[in-house]
């Protein structure tokens, strides 16, 4: 069994699961007894802390019926968890074995790191304290307040601040100034007593060449001194300010001349020879990926440790080209070198170098074998010769091998030593996931905080600001990729005269955006271009035409519409892209590309000789979209929804859905991609089934209350249809876009959009049309309470409907003038109206109209006050079924609201919870929460359920009860 204090109360068992302790007193209980481990706590102590004041009158089994129910519940987590509960004078104490309480690990941890640290052994420090603080979850016991600041847990506190420094110096001492500045950033402004905290901070950001900083560290730390306790800094900040001033040489940080003598190293036959160092130089400008270097470091570290014990220890990097995976290697290999007195061994396989063919196999074992001093004439013949011969020079020798630019696993297995005690980095573009036994690591672009890092320290600190609004945006327009980063990076710091700003606006073009990130010796075009150039044809297929989604990613129906192929031989193709990470796939079955490389992609598909494929690719994805759209629509109310096409295009198999839940499932996922697929259709200028997709979209998106995003697709529809020239269109899309501005509030804006609906209704010659656009007018009208001009569209739209001979599509106009007088509190006159919009559904037999005028009726007649309440309670009822039945979830939501609201006013407190519960599901599902009125009445009728409840069983957690089953006889244990 584990127990958690550093963070909230966690109990778990062997297995990972939890343990529930229920009730705020039993786990008071349970902390204070682990604060105390092992240690008696007086029964008095207990007592007040669960009690406080409240203690009068209370009797033993108060305390005792608490500790028998935590007996039970750690008896429930493991054979025996009931016996850790002891009864000794003068209390209890609680049983815990070492390891299994948090506190204690992290303890044991923080002790070890400053061992290390005294002896400066920095390295073992460094992952000691690094330990330490890793076991921390939030501030100790933070779910439990009244724990929260007794004198343990600030203990516990001042233990965390000081291992944080600890780990701060290890750091410092290791030259690892970035992860420095990254650990103690954010977190210095919480400590502006803590000098010794701000100094550590200073001297990083010094170190790593953001000397301005370092010093405004300096002045922030003296403006919170004086303004908390009219201080100034002590002594020793005052001269590490005052040396950084005058740039001191001696604060710069020097290696250490000697490696510290390890342990259980042992003679190899290596020793005795100068040690090899083939790396790269180790870039200054390092930054960020403190996650990779941890888990890559703690590798190297678990190699060296085992020595002569276990196999090789492999490591496989793999990323997009320009993302960092050399980088990441050799600063790695650099921080661990000293783990491996071996050596450590360089080799570029060239495995995506422009112009270059990538390595042989042979060629570069011999490369290996000659930087281990075997001359070439007994350089073996034969592949397996030469492996085996590289095994044997480095057996027993604890060597480093960093093999770069792999172009696929058959290039590099013969190349892997299966020596214990020796680490092989690999990097490669490709996932090596058949390079058997090996730690895969995908690197993927940076933060926007690691970006913004990177530009301020490549361009320098005086040019880049990394909290400037301006460095993020232009990090997101590289694509938070390093090599593009860099590269801009070298022209702010080379052009005084450019400002990152103006750099933004030039990149902000997709058209040229590629050629702008090149220099004279890197090209992030030529470094795709490699990756692309190596692709089968299929693939390059692929690459090409994925570019050409709308969206930011895409599912694997998508695709294989996309791709006019089988859902299998799709996703096949596109896990192929996903190893050479070429896509990426953030979730399983959705695929993505990075912002640069779909730029890249485009400017293959657009190329001379891919114009008729990706013509016929983007009509392909539009239709699939459209009518998969259309088919959610039907799955959601179908006797409005647009009828399938008849058409086919290519192997395209839209979507289907079995019911509405599935439907909007579907559409939650692909919002945004519907959304650029309208928009789409309307630069490509398929406005057909820009238009289709936009009015399938009108009624999901209202139904799901989005109103930003139907906003957005109405706009772009209209814009469809402006384009097909069709008013009947123009007028629906109007309407669209007034519904949208009116749930947005923008009544004003909203009016003036349906008014124009009206008028393209009117040119059209459709009378359907108009009526539809007077509805729809009348409902803005009385949302925006404009009373007088609600009631007179309102009647226009019932005169047109009776001329028509459809008097029941009155019911809609009815129900909006009602609505209209009920806002202006005339309900007995709304009353008349919405008890005609009731009779014309009746005589229609027609749901559609006849749900919604019952639910305005009920709420007409709950706001009058004099109702019979049997009739208003038939209504609310039988309009929550007609709602149900149709499938109208906005309307059922209100009704259940405002019918919520009614029992709980009559004292039905159980079907008021019941009800308004159910409402609270459905507005989560349309993301509408439930509005304060419904709020309250729901905690009120829960209240009254609870206090029911409670006076006929009371609370046992809340206060004692001597008749609970497990009283015992007497107080003592």
Known sequence: MRFWLLGTLLVTRDDGSEVEIRGRLRRTLLAELLLNANTAVSADRLVELLWGDSTHGLSGDALYNQLGRLRQAL???????????????????????????????????????????????????SAEFGAALGLWRANPLADLPDLADESAARHLEEERWATLQGLAEAELNLGRHAEVVALLRDVAPQQPLRESLHAQLMLAMYRDGR?????????????????????????????????????DPDLQWAPPRTAPTRQGSGPGPMDARQRRNQLPIDTRLFTGRQAEVARLTALARDTAERGGAGTVTISALDGLGGVGKSALAVHVAHQVGDLFPGGQLFVDLRGATVGLEPLTPMAAIGQL?????????????????????????????RTLILLDNASAGAQVRPLLPDVPGCLVLITSRTRLADVEGAHLLRLDVLSPGEAAALLSTAA??????????????LAELCGRIPLALRIVAARIRHDSALTVAQLAAQLRDERSRLGELHDEERDLADVLGTSYADLPAAQQRTFRLLSLVPGTDVDADAAAALLDLARADAESLLDRLVERNLLVEPSPGRYRMHDLVRLFGAEQAGAAGHEAERADAVERLLFWYAESAKAAWRAVEAARATPASTLGI????????????????????????????????????????????????????HMRSNAARLLEVAEAGLACAVGLGDF?????????????????????????????????????????????????????????????????????AVALFDRMGIAHHAAGPLINMAAALSLADRNEEALVLTEQAVELGRKADELYHLAPSLAQLAAVMHA??????????????????????????????????????????????????????????????????????????????????????????????????????????????
């Open 728 to 796: 009947l269109a123009r007028s629906q899309m109007a309407r669209s876009k007034g519904v949208a501005l009116a749930l947005l509030g923008r009544f004003d804006e909203a009016v003036a959009v349906k008014q124009q609906a009206l008028e393209m209704a009117r040119a059209a010659g459709s009378e359907k049309a108009e009526g539809e656009a007077l509805v729809g007018l009348c409902s803005t009208f009385a949302a925006a309470k404009r009373l007088d001009e609600a009631l007179d569209v309102g009647r226009q």
């Open 460 to 473: 320098g600190a005086d040019r880049v600001r990394e909290d400037d609004p301006a460095v993020l945006e």
């Open 650 to 701: 290519g192997s395209v198999v839209p979507q289907e859905f079995a019911a509405a839940e599935e439907a909007f499932a579907w559409h939650d996922r692909e919002s945004g991609n519907l959304i650029a697929a309208v928009d789409a259709a309307r630069t490509e200028g398929r406005y057909e089934y820009g238009l289709e997709l936009a009015r399938a979209l009108n009624g999901l998106m």
């Open 75 to 125: 008896g429930r987590g493991e054979e025996g968890g009931a016996g850790r509960i002891r009864a000794v004078p003068p209390g209890y104490v609680l049983d815990v074995s070492p390891g299994e309480l948090d506190v204690h690990r992290f303890a044991e941890h923080a002790s070890a790191g400053r061992k290390a640290a005294a002896g400066a052994d920095w390295t073992g420090a």
């Open 864 to 973: 009058t006050g004099s109702y019979d309440p049997e009739r208003l309670d038939a209504t609310y009822r039988e309009a929550v079924e007609m709602l149900r039945a149709i499938e109208n979830p906005r309307y059922e939501l209100a009704a259940l609201l405002g019918y919520g609201v009614f029992l709980e006013e009559h004292g039905r407190f159980a079907e008021s919870v019941e009800v308004l519960t159910t409402a609270e599901h459905i507005g989560a599902g349309l993301g509408v929460p439930l509005h304060d009125k419904a709020r309250g009445t729901l905690r009120r009728s829960q209240a009254a359920l609870d206090a029911a409840a409670a006076s006929a069983a009371p609370d046992t957690d809340a206060a004692p009860d001597a008749d609970a089953p497990d009283s015992p006889a007497s107080s003592a244990p």
């Open 369 to 397: 074998l000659r930087s281990l001093d075997v001359p070439d004439k007994r350089i073996p013949g034969t592949l397996p010769d030469c492996t085996e011969l590289l095994r044997d020079r480095l057996r027993g020798s």
């Open 211 to 247: 000397r301005a900083e370092a010093l405004e560290i300096f002045r922030a730390l003296s403006r919170a001194l004086s303004e908390a306790a009219g201080l100034e800094p002590g002594a020793a900040v005052r001269e590490l300010h005052e040396r950084m001033t005058r740039e």
